[in-house]
Every structure is written in structure tokens, then in C-alpha cells.
């Protein structure tokens, strides 16, 4: 149902459900991690009006569990990207992990997932130093046309890559002449 992804790291999709609701990831390594990667693997949706809340759990000095809320995921926002590496100094939260007995080493922390009711997941508040990072996308209305710039249709480019294909397949040395 979800996957958990850290750059430089295999993709991890197969996560530990410890409750019928509530599912965690292990992370080795944890200190050298700076952003991690939650999604849905679109084989399972959430049941209607339901969603995921996201934590980051790692372990204190006395080796117990500090859960921190990053943020959720839904149907209709299926993955998102949180920064965890200022986390570790932080406070805990309330969470809904607390009363599992989850097994975990010292150097490994947690991703966990609990679903829950969309209302409730509108009333959490997560952890500020956890933003969720977001790529922005641009529109044509926000492209301003410059004199000293040139711009080429992209239907332009699709079709000289195509062009360049057919002949590639006639020819595999057509551009050397």
C-alpha cells in the first residue's frame, strides 16, 4: 500500500504492519538522512474519507521512541517529500504508535503510517522544521516573452526527435554525412 524512498537507498515497499492500521518502515542509518520520500503505491487505495497520517520516529539518548508528526497522504495527494534531518533534536508529539511494541535497533529510526479519518488528519498540526518540499511547476501565463530569448514549440522538438528516429532506424550512420 505505501513505499518509503531515501536518495542514494533502495526503494522500500514493503512495510511492517504493526496493527491493522498503522504500518512502519525501519531507516538504518538514520543520522545521514536528510529528506525521505512517502507515497502510495497505487495498488490499494485509502477507503473513502480516510488518509494517512506521516511520523518520523528516532530513538533518544535512553533508547526509547520520539515520534514526530511530518505530515499525511492521501488519495488525492498520494506522496510527498519531508525534511527530517533537523528533526532529531526535536520534541515529540502525540501519536498513535505508543502503546505498540515495536521492535527496533538503536541506530535505526521509523516512518510510520496510521490511517485515519480525513477530518482528523485537517486537525494535526505537524512538526514546522518538517515542511513538506515541493516542486514548482510553471505555466505558460507565468512565462514572460523576453526579445533576447527564443523559444521553441515543443511540438517543434517532438517532431524533429521523431524525424531523427526514422532516419536512425533507415540509416544507423545517416548523421555522419
Known amino acids: 500500500m505505501f513505499g518509503c ?3 542514494g537507498r533502495l526503494v522500500q515497499t514493503a512495510a511492517q504492519q504493526v496493527a491493522e ?3 512502519v518502515f525501519d ?3 538514520y543520522e545521514s538522512i536528510n529528506h525521505v520520500v512517502v507515497f502510495m503505491l497505487g495498488t490499494i487505495p485509502f477507503p473513502e474519507g480516510m488518509g494517512g497520517s506521516v511520523y518520523f520516529s528516532y530513538p533518544d539518548s535512553n533508547g526509547m521512541p520520539v515520534w514526530q508528526l511530518l505530515g499525511f ?3 488525492g495527494k498520494p506522496s510527498a517529500i519531508f525534511k527530517i534531518s533537523g528533526l532529531k533534536s526535536g520534541e515529540g508529539s502525540q501519536h498513535p504508535f505508543g502503546a505498540m511494541n515495536i521492535v527496533r535497533t538503536p541506530s535505526v529510526a521509523q516512518i510510520g503510517i496510521s490511517v485515519e ?3 482528523s488528519l485537517a ?3 505537524p512538526v514546522g522544521s518538517a515542511a513538506v518540499s515541493s516542486v514548482d511547476s510553471f505555466t505558460q501565463a507565468q512565462m514572460t516573452p523576453s526579445p533576447s530569448e527564443m523559444f521553441i514549440a515543443s511540438k517543434c522538438v517532438v517532431a524533429w526527435y521523431e524525424n531523427f528516429q526514422r532516419r536512425l532506424a533507415q540509416n544507423p550512420l545517416f548523421w555522419k554525412t
Open 117 to 119: 479519518l480525513l477530518d
Open 73 to 75: 497522504v492521501t488519495n
Open 21 to 23: 492500521d498503522k504500518f
Open 123 to 125: 486537525q494535526q498540526t
Open 27 to 29: 531507516l538504518p542509518d
Open 5 to 7: 524512498l531515501v536518495a
